[in-house]
């Protein structure tokens, strides 16, 4: 989960050069959109999800699972883009 507190997050929370948006702020407040910070927390739930499958099919398959899917699955936990 991300440090910020997204009960109480907007954009450009903090600054104080009463800018309108992140392309007129000089005193380097967080502009990051709120939809980044919860598809973040998702890609960490996800991956845990992924992983905790992952390891109960290994444990109950015997590690048999094929190429393919471990590298499509391992691309995933690394967050590669490919
Ligand atoms: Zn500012």
């Known amino acids: 989960m ?4 997204l009960d109480t997050y907007t954009e450009g929370q903090g600054c104080t ?3 309108y948006g ?5 005193c380097g407040a967080d502009w990051t959109p ?3 910070y919860e598809l973040r927390d998702e890609v960490t739930v996800l ?3 992924l992983n905790d499958l ?3 099919c290994i ?9 393919i899917f471990m590298e499509n ?3 995933v936990l690394l967050g590669s883009d490919e």
């Open 34 to 36: 709120r939809e980044v």
């Open 54 to 56: 992952l390891n109960d």
């Open 2 to 5: 991300s440090d910020t507190n």
């Open 47 to 49: 991956r845990k999800a």
């Open 17 to 19: 050069c009463y800018a």
């Open 59 to 67: 444990n109950f398959d015997g590690g048999t699972l094929t190429p």
């Open 73 to 75: 699955a391992s691309k």
């Open 22 to 26: 992140e392309h007129e702020c000089g």
